[in-house]
């Protein structure tokens, strides 16, 4: 079995990726510009709802009890998309994934597929095994276009593109799309793109998804998002692939009330995003009349196999940990080495692939609890965070441990802002991780910091009421 | 057949062992959220048009019996004289003096040169500003509403509910029909995270309220 996470196992190491981009002003600049609209706005739509900790609450037990049952609702999955007309494969890992679609392509004859957002193919690195094919993938979400079409790698879950700023976007889709003129006012750059990609949604007859939801009653599929491209892969072309990582299932149509409200509030600061397409199986005289989805786990059941950090599965991949995290904010998307960055890129990469390819990842992190305090399905990151750093250290790879525990407290340091940070945070920090009253081991980088406890009084305020102070202290300035 | 027995087989041994039966724990699930909102009929439109607003749609008003009337008079202001409509639109929604075309598998070429494209709707969501379409005769094939840049569509007051739960609850009954949400025109905020209307889906939205 070859359990990939994208590259993330060729990736440098998390410090000595963050140290290089550290220098990188220009990208600093935009991802804390970014990560600041979607958070205010987040924070705005979230602030609307009087009953977000109840729907927080709810969505995180349906994960819960879906990952319980998981072989029952794949299983009931499968059996309703079937009746519907769909053909479900099962791929234990990325290779296999890959070679089940390349034989769909295969046996079509297909030069050319387009793509709707998808971070399960990245993952499984399908764009690189279809180009080894000879196909062309069309990445066709803007973001993904931009970071397609620039040679790049994605930096955000949500918005993959948000390192990049108009005048970068402007200069790759004028020398990509063999363009004579073009603006750089982002309406310009939006209709460049919908140009050049709407020949091709009406021309190419296969195409491939990803899944936000997986309905195991009905048999359905959910695609949540803001431009059209999902509602055009998914109902032009003859022939659909979904790809579906096994989490992604969820027991009952009704279950969608839940995670319909906390998605688009959380991941775009939106009430609701522009679309959402909901179907299933096969529509004779509607959409493609030939639907693949195919399961996926690379790796997905080791994680679910340790209940302390099983909770990883939970994961609606809305961004918003990232939005709140110090440390994201500093680096931006690509120090974590994959398309999952950020506070849930440190914890689920570790897992997915075997944890000596990524183990500094689970030091990526302040242990602020600000992505836990975000997260719409209440997964424990920080606590996930420290039983990782754990095994790490009981993997019986101690001077490891201590390695890159110092290298990454090392960059945090050199950073004046994050020294402060971390002295403030060396107790609060503890908080999440009580069970029992009883404060556990706290390990690696935080360990560190005990030394610095005594050399600055702890303040009183708790730490959201520190941040925010310091945050529009900043913004005064 | 054999990743697929060995992939559950390892699901079932990561699981371990479980508690209660499964039907009793998805019962258990805590669900202590609103499932409608406390305000009647009236304020359920008010707050549907307001959320329209906010996403740049624009919205009209008119009774039952013109909605032709309407649907003229927003062409007319629009500059267009030709429409796609689903097989099954109502004929009294349609004026005399423009062209309505009757999608019967027309190509995407076709659509995609048209002038925009006259609908109904499922069911409306007041909380998020939600248009639902259930595809069928009535409301059409997804690509009708889709390649068009133009979207006119009709909602009436009844057909709107306060809330998610609410709109959840009756597309659970819609079969296998495709569903499309609509929240406001296709956008994006992938560039400086300035939002940009109108992406690939219909550029323009406009909406016909019948009381
Ligand atoms: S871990 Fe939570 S906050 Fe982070 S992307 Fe997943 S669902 Fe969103």
Redesign the pocket.
Known sequence: MSIRVGDAAEAPSFPRAARALLGNTQLRQNVRRATEVIRNRRARVVGELSDWEQLRQAGHEIKQHTLQYLDFYLEQFEEACTRAGGQVHWARDADEANAIILSILGARQAREVIKVKTMTSDEIGLNHALEAAGITPYETDLADLIVQLGDDRPSH?VVPALHRNRMEVRDIFLRKMHLRELGDKPEDLTNAARAYLREKFLRVGVAISGANFAVAETGSVCVVESEGNGRMCVSLPEVLITLVGIEKVIPRFEDLEVFLQTLPR??TGERMNPYNSIWTGIVPGDGPQEFHVVLLDNGRTKVLADTESRETL?????????NACPVYRQTGGHAYGSMYS???GAILTPQLQSLEHSESLPYASSLCGA?YE????K?N?PEILLHLRAKVTAAGDAPFEERVGMEAAAFVFEDPDMLALAQKLSRIAQKPFERDGVIRHLPGMLSGWTAFRDLTPIPKQSFREWWNERESQRGDQ | MNERSEMLEGIRRAIGSRGSDRESDYASIRRGYHQALPIDLPECVHLFVDRLHDYDATVHFCPVEGIAATVAAVLSGRRKHSLLVPPQLPPDWMPSNFEFIRDTGLSYGHIDRSEGVLTGCAIAIAATGTIVLRHSAGEGRRALTLIPDYHLCVVFEHQIVGTVPEGIRLMSEFGRAPITTISGPSATADIEMTRIKGVHGPRTLDVILVA
Do not use: E, F, H
């Not at chain 1, 939970?314 to 990232?322: E, F, N, S, T």
């Not at chain 1, 975000?374 to 399905?377: A, E, K, T």
């Open positions: 879950i959380s991941a939970d994961c609606i991949r809305c961004g918003a940990c990232l950020g506070p849930i992505c975000v997260c719409p399905v997964i990151i």
